[in-house]
């Protein structure tokens, strides 16, 4: 069954590898072409991201590096990779393609830049999450002080994103963060996060923070990620997943329900789900509690429903 996937940190493994790997076959890729390809993934997002290594000074230009990869590597040996530029190319893929979306995960890279923002999006970057687990010029991350929330920058970026009918991802963002920003983003999506009620992590969503997301039209994209699965271990098993994603689909209607791996963003794995090849496996487990048209709604459908009903 076809996947739609919102989250992989391909780029940043890209980026650090030395000597140079390939997007289309590396080994050291859990979500390489030929991975994605053979675990049915037809629609992958690749975030930009920007660790707290480098320095500020540094940030944008390590950015622009992505960017550069994701033409380079991803984009141009691979002509059956196809950047999704306008949102109305999800519908047309053909048999074969993966389409690819650009998107940037925290908006350190651009400091009190707009202009720097506008050339990311210009770059060809749809999707947008404000920060990542820090504090930044637009609000502040998950592990921050959950009391501190959208700063004045950050209303001025919330407004360029949605004149440019940018997604904002609010699935890094404090409580106070989130909060602030939810009334004011045009087009919201929690791009990997699972439910906190299972899993007491500051990067799950609370239910309140959940029902109100898909109240202003938001989804939600479960990540496969161990330590925001099952608090204490690391045995975590596709069923564990799968928990997550009915837990979820019964707090906010199943029609808000996707994934989001965060595969190359990650270093701990599911049993069984280790890497995008696998992608099948989860399919199989949903089919154990959901019906063949629920499965496919959460695999691929909702999203594009949710383009559609963005109007973007
Ligand atoms: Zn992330």
């Known amino acids: 069954m076809k996947i739609i996937?919102?989250?992989?940190?391909?780029?940043?493994?890209?980026?650090?590898?030395?000597?140079?790997?390939k997007f289309s076959s590396a080994i050291q890729l859990q979500a390489s072409k030929e991975k994605l390809q053979a675990g049915q993934v037809v629609i992958q997002d690749f975030a930009i991201f920007i660790g707290e290594d480098v320095p500020q000074a540094d940030k944008f230009t390590e950015?622009?590096?992505?960017?550069?990869?994701?033409?380079?590597?991803?984009?141009?040996p691979n002509p059956d990779v196809i950047h999704i530029t306008d949102w109305k190319q999800v519908y047309t893929l053909k048999e074969g393609q993966l389409g690819a979306i650009l998107s940037l995960e925290g908006c350190d890279a651009i400091g009190e830049d707009l202009l720097k923002l506008q050339t990311l999006l210009d770059a060809g970057v749809k999707l947008v999450g404000l920060t990542w687990n820090f504090e930044n010029s637009v609000a502040y991350g998950a592990e921050e002080n959950p009391n501190q929330g959208l700063k004045p920058f950050g209303k001025e970026v919330i407004e360029l994103l949605n004149d440019r009918d940018i997604i904002i991802d609010v699935s890094h963002l404090n409580e106070k963060s989130y909060w602030d920003i939810l009334p004011l983003a045009k087009h919201l999506i929690a791009s990997h996060s699972n439910a906190r009620a299972l899993c007491n992590h500051t990067r799950n969503l609370s239910d309140e923070q959940a029902i109100a997301l898909v109240k202003q039209g938001g989804h939600i994209h479960v990540v496969y990620y161990p330590p925001f699965i099952k608090e204490g271990t690391d045995d975590v098993t596709i069923d564990d997943l799968v928990k997550h994603v009915k837990y979820l689909a019964e707090l906010v209607g199943i029609e808000h329900i996707g994934l989001g791996s965060d595969f190359d963003g990650i270093d701990r794995t599911v049993i069984g789900l280790e890497n995008a090849s696998q992608s099948q496996n989860l399919i199989l487990t949903l089919f154990q509690h959901f019906s063949e048209d629920e499965v496919k709604m959460i695999a691929n459908e909702n999203f594009l429903r949710y383009i559609q009903k963005q109007g973007i």
């Open 5 to 21: 996937d919102l989250h992989c940190d391909v780029l940043g493994k890209l980026t650090k590898a030395d000597p140079p790997i």
């Open 63 to 76: 950015a622009m590096r992505q960017v550069e990869l994701f033409y380079t590597n991803v984009l141009q």
